[in-house]
């Protein structure tokens, strides 16, 4: 088990919590009474010792803004809407993570996997780079070349959404 740093009341921030629940996707927040029924069904954390989407709901509840956004497990959500489908309040847990991920984007808190990932696709226009060796397979096999991605289409559109702007701070 890993040991958790005990809470500080500077790390509080108390409009934190109301901050989200004027979000789309984080207004039912405080409904939730910690009840665990989205931690249970959740199938990421049947797999993880520490994803659990109760303590991420809790944290933000109390204000733990700082240790939510940095949060590696804050990314591990699969976005399957178990915990949301399941909660007898009514909380949207998913949507709520999606919120908390996306304050963490803002402040350039992304995890380097992602980083990645986004950067594969402005180069080529696929989430992963295909090897060489992968390439000359599928000619061996005959099969047809793989299509073109459109880096550019992506780029043009993620500008427009602001995203780039979001990736460039995080260079810094």
């Not at 959740?42 to 520490?50: D, G, H, I, N």
């Not at 509840?61 to 939510?68: C, D, T």
């Amino acid at each position: 088990m890993v040991e958790k740093e005990p809470i500080k009341a500077s790390e509080i921030d108390t409009k934190f919590k109301y901050e989200i629940t004027k979000m789309h996707g984080g207004e039912k927040l405080m409904r939730c009474f910690q009840c665990g029924t989205c931690t249970s069904d959740c199938p990421v954390a049947r797999f993880s010792e520490t994803y659990r989407p109760r303590q991420i709901i809790r944290m933000t509840q109390l204000g733990l803004k700082e240790r939510v956004l940095n949060s590696d497990t804050l990314w591990l959500c699969a976005s399957c809407f178990t915990c949301t489908d399941r909660c007898p309040q009514g909380v949207e847990v998913a949507s709520v993570i999606r919120v908390l991920r996306n304050l963490a984007a803002e402040k350039g808190i992304v995890p380097r996997v992602f980083k990645e990932q986004v950067s594969s696709v402005l180069d080529s226009g696929y989430a992963y780079k295909i090897p060489e060796l992968r390439m000359k397979k599928r000619e061996s096999l005959g099969l047809p070349p793989l299509p073109k991605g459109n880096p550019e289409s992506i780029c043009k559109t993620l500008r427009g959404l602001g995203f780039l702007k979001h990736l460039e701070k995080q260079g810094e």
